[in-house]
């Protein structure tokens, strides 16, 4: 599946420069946004494998607060230029310089690739636990339901179902409920 | 060789098709028809009386993801944007919506046995095209004449909480909806490329599948128009009216 990389970043040619270069190397959908809080904004219903950001936009700390619990499992790449200053920069997984060569640049990327957890498990099928989940979802139930019918909490079914839609890149119920049916993990007729 | 990537006033209106069939529609939709000979984007604009500039951004905007001029797109006259909405509203439900479910029939028609499978993708897509539709009203009658209201609430007596009452816009099941509307449409994608029952036609599929990649396209971009340029200028007005009366 291609990976969704957002650029964040406000530099016109740096925007153009960096989508080619992923391009090089991997199969992306790539959205570019300008703004810390359109950033926030996109995450808020969107995920990302990648996050490459400029760090001229981390200035306000509110924002970059909002994004740092935003991003989910998105890998995080600080863009930056002379600058020795990185602000928070404990939370990036990587760096990139503006002034970079090739060279350098090609390995951060494959290597950021090949830690992606989607990368790691790639192609695996479905656990029986995400299994168990699929099912409880295409019957209608809510996270809390299946909570509670599998004994588990909340938050672990949470975290099932975002690995089942980045294995199946199916996000919404009524797309996984066709999945389940097609491959009869649940009846035909017990669907609303 | 290198790709033209920007319109300009003085780019020749069929080259701009050459470049990008896709924008075919989006020209449409300022009421521009084919059969502009030699003429530029600039005669042809001021043939049909459209805005250049407005064109130009909408048309950049379309082709190139990087060319998204923010600032200056919420500066245009709400109207105009909001007209450049409508005309698209009308070509999903005029067009791309009958058009898609048609195709849906028909690569349904294609089964011979085991049809049962292919019917949920049927069902799936019916239940879409209604939540689409509604969408598009709910549009209609609460966000865009509530936009249009706020503009002109000098002209008129009734104060921005009868205006926000008269039309009860709510940004979070705005949001709620762009979201559910972008996420069927990858979903609908993935399951016929990934999952698609073995029973099927291979031509009525790609059809449909080449259509839904032009749809998802379009809709991108219509709800990216709507949450990045219109929502803001939505709130900046919302803003300014509060700061006057308060
Ligand atoms: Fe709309
Ligand atoms: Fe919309």
Not at chain 1, 34 to 46: A, Q, R, V
Not at chain 1, 166 to 184: D, E, F, M, P
Not at chain 2, 118 to 125: A, E, S, V, Y
Not at chain 2, 218 to 242: F, G, N, S, T, V
């Amino acid at each position: 599946m291609a990976q969704h990389i957002v650029i964040a970043e406000p530099s016109y040619l740096m925007k153009r420069g960096i989508s080619a270069v992923i391009s090089d190397i991997l199969q992306a959908e790539v959205v570019f946004i300008d703004e810390l809080e359109e950033l926030n904004h996109y995450l808020e219903t969107n995920t990302a494998d990648f996050v490459f950001i400029d760090v001229r936009l981390l200035h306000s700390k509110d924002q970059r607060e909002i994004f740092f619990q935003l991003r989910g499992n998105a890998r995080v790449v600080a863009l930056t230029g002379k600058d020795k200053n990185i602000p928070a920069s404990r939370h990036f997984h990587d760096i990139m310089n503006r002034y970079a060569s090739k060279e350098e640049i090609i390995p951060v990327l494959e290597k950021l690739l090949a830690e992606t957890p989607e990368n790691k498990n790639k192609n695996a099928l479905l656990s029986e636990r995400e299994t168990e989940v699929l099912k409880q979802v295409a019957l209608g139930y809510t996270n809390q339901q299946i909570a509670d019918r599998l004994f588990i909490s909340r938050h672990t079914v949470i975290s099932h179902r975002k690995n089942i839609t980045s294995k199946l890149g199916i996000k919404t119920v009524s797309g996984l409920t066709v999945y389940a049916v097609l491959n009869n993990l649940i009846p035909r007729d017990q669907i609303e | 060789m290198t790709q033209q990537q920007l319109v300009t006033a003085g780019t020749k209106m069929a080259d701009v098709i050459h470049m990008n069939h896709l924008l075919l529609p989006v020209i449409n939709r300022f009421g521009i028809r084919l059969g502009f000979g030699d003429q530029t984007v600039e005669e042809v604009c001021a043939q049909y009386d459209v805005n250049l500039s407005f064109f130009l951004d909408i048309v950049n905007a379309y082709h190139d993801e990087t060319y998204f001029p923010r600032e200056k797109m919420r500066a245009y006259p709400v109207d105009m944007i909001v007209d450049y909405l409508l005309k698209t509203h009308d070509f999903y439900r005029q067009k791309m919506l009958p058009e898609t479910q048609q195709l849906v029939e028909d690569l349904i028609g294609s089964c011979s046995t085991d049809c049962d499978n292919l019917g949920m993708i049927k069902d799936f897509f019916s239940k879409y095209k209604k939540e689409l539709e509604n969408h598009l009203r709910s549009e209609e009658e609460h966000f865009f004449p509530y936009v249009q209201a706020l503009t002109r609430i000098g002209q008129v007596s009734q104060g921005l909480e009868e205006i926000r009452s008269a039309y009860n816009f709510s940004y979070d099941a705005h949001s709620e909806e762009h979201e559910n509307v972008v996420s069927k449409m990858l979903d609908l994608k993935n399951i016929i490329i990934k999952y698609l029952p073995p029973d099927y036609d291979n031509a009525l599929c790609n059809n449909l599948l080449y259509w839904l990649f032009i749809f998802e396209k379009d809709l991108k971009d219509h709800e990216r128009l709507e949450d990045i340029i219109l929502l803001p200028a939505l709130r900046k007005i919302e803003q300014q009216l509060m700061q006057n009366s308060g």
